[in-house]
């Protein structure tokens, strides 16, 4: 299987240098999102450009600022940031319809894409699938479920240290910031009903300790989109990486590239 391009975009007004793996193909693309303190060359990202490469699809998928192979400081970076290089990679590197995949909180920036495109005018989503979506984590899995020590910790220094969670200190994976949860509220949906304009397909496991699955059953009923399928793996955690995940994740994919 022929590799994907490594190509470098620059977003921003402080130009924040991204790292995209691109691959050419036919439509529908797969457009990737991966989660929180997450990358580009995990199991189900790689998993899904070696779909499109066998059925010859465009794949494209990136590091936000401060993950993987982009530069930026992981702390400093914000969901405004993050959305902002999910719209320009998108614009600069896809064309034609567009299949968008987002895990954890992709799931959250893929509505806010999709979002974003309707606002546009542009009918250019084949569908989404969304894995274990966050959807407004800075505050319903962050800010809310926070006991009053890490708000006081956050109100005073800034920083909070999460304390459990699978950590990678030189990423800052166990740190959440002030700055993201107060920029997270300009992009929360709320109770509002989401205007997709495509298929939407979510997954996720009952044994899912990082986000609750009762949060994508609620997330259904607020979907103004026709066709929803809710896919609840009842031994599935929060990652769903198990092969028997992967062959679910890219049956939603085929199912939605076949309409």
Known sequence: MEAP?????TVGGNQRDIAVLWRAGAAPGIFWLSGYASDMNGTKATALDAYAAGRGL????????????????????????????AIAVFDRFTSGRQIVVGSSMGGW???????????????????LVLIAPAVDMTRELMWDRYPKKAHQE????????????????ERGQ?????KLIEDGA?????????????PVHILHGTHDDAVPWQLSTALVSRLASDDVVLT?????????????DIERMIAAVGAIGDQ
Do not use: M
Not at 154 to 169: F, H, K, M, S
Not at 232 to 244: A, N, Q, T
């Open 186 to 198: 300009k992009h929360l949906f709320g109770d509002r009903l989401i205007e997709t304009g495509c």
């Open 232 to 244: 609840l793996v009842k031994d599935g955690d929060h990652r769903l990486s198990r092969p028997e």
């Open 174 to 178: 166990e740190l959440v910031t002030l």
């Open 154 to 169: 956050l109100q005073t220094t800034g920083v909070y240290r999460r304390v459990g969670e699978a950590a990678n200190p």
């Open 109 to 127: 920036i893929a509505l806010l894409l999709a979002d974003a495109l309707r606002r546009r005018g542009e009918e250019r989503l084949a569908g």
């Open 58 to 85: 465009a794949c494209t998928r990136f590091d936000y600022s401060g993950h993987g192979q982009s530069a930026g400081d992981f702390l400093a970076a914000t969901i405004s940031d993050w959305l902002e290089e």
């Open 5 to 9: 391009l490594l190509q470098h975009l």
